[in-house]
């Protein structure tokens, strides 16, 4: 298995500007996580999905922040219009249901970079 | 909700020492409890993880074990490598959430 896929790996973009941030999941997982990571804040969980549904969202910063889950093996974050602030790197993990011990397994994260 | 308190780092050791990171947690119930850990450059992956009182986690040579009593899962190795060197994050799970603590950065010397 090819594990939790991210894209891009590194964004630079300019204050304003629209950034879309892409997470496969690992395949046959039900459950998908956006985290961002700052020194700041650490690791804070934005939103999750089950079965594509958000299920909670109550991470998500603002209302600049909207994220997606179209189908089962894809995912999208978005952030219109972007801030320095938002400088991050963004993780998605996924898991699958089986208990309280399951795994979360993470991507590679996006390296988020807002001039 | 959880909460969870992590040694704060940076932790710096010369090769062959011993590790101890310890972390504390409150919770309702009897939450899993999980270790993850960050190499430079990477996304987090699993270390180790207890699902409930007693139960001991273990990973290269790693453990951590499930004390209900005093609500803790310290992280200890008896031998650490250079190629220990990362960030180890504390996480117990509340319902499908994992709730991580802000991580201690390990660094180890030759």
């Known amino acids: 298995d090819a594990g939790v896929i991210q894209s891009p790996r590194h964004e630079v973009t300019e204050m304003g500007q629209e950034v879309t941030l892409r997470c496969k999941p690992i395949s046959g997982h039900d459950y998908l996580f956006w985290y961002r990571q700052t020194m700041m804040r650490g690791l804070e969980l934005l939103i999750y999905f089950n079965n594509n549904v958000p299920i909670d969202d109550s991470g998500m910063p603002e209302d600049r922040f909207s994220a997606k889950m179209p189908n089962a093996s894809f995912s999208t974050l978005k952030i219109q219009p972007s801030e320095p602030r938002d400088s991050a790197v963004y993780f998605c993990?996924?898991?699958?249901?089986?208990?309280?011990?399951?795994?979360?397994?993470f991507g590679p994260g996006t390296r988020l970079l807002v001039l | 909700g959880d909460s969870v308190t992590q040694m704060e780092g940076p932790v710096t050791l010369s090769e062959e020492a011993f590790l101890t990171i310890n972390c504390t947690y409150t919770?309702?119930?009897?939450?899993?409890l999980f270790w993850y850990v960050q190499y430079p450059g990477e996304g987090l992956q699993l270390l180790l993880k207890?699902?409930?009182?007693?139960d001991k986690g273990s990973n290269k040579g790693f453990e951590a074990t499930y004390r209900k009593e005093t609500t803790s899962f310290h992280l200890e190795k008896g031998s650490v490598q250079v190629s220990d060197s990362a960030v180890y994050f504390c996480?117990?799970?509340?319902?499908?959430?994992?709730?991580f603590g802000k991580g201690t950065k390990l660094t180890v010397n030759p």
């Open positions: 207890a699902t409930k009182a007693d």
């Open positions: 919770a309702t119930g009897y939450p899993s």
């Open positions: 993990a996924s898991s699958i249901n089986r208990g309280a011990s399951e795994t979360q397994y």
């Open positions: 996480a117990p799970r509340e319902a499908e959430k994992l709730v």
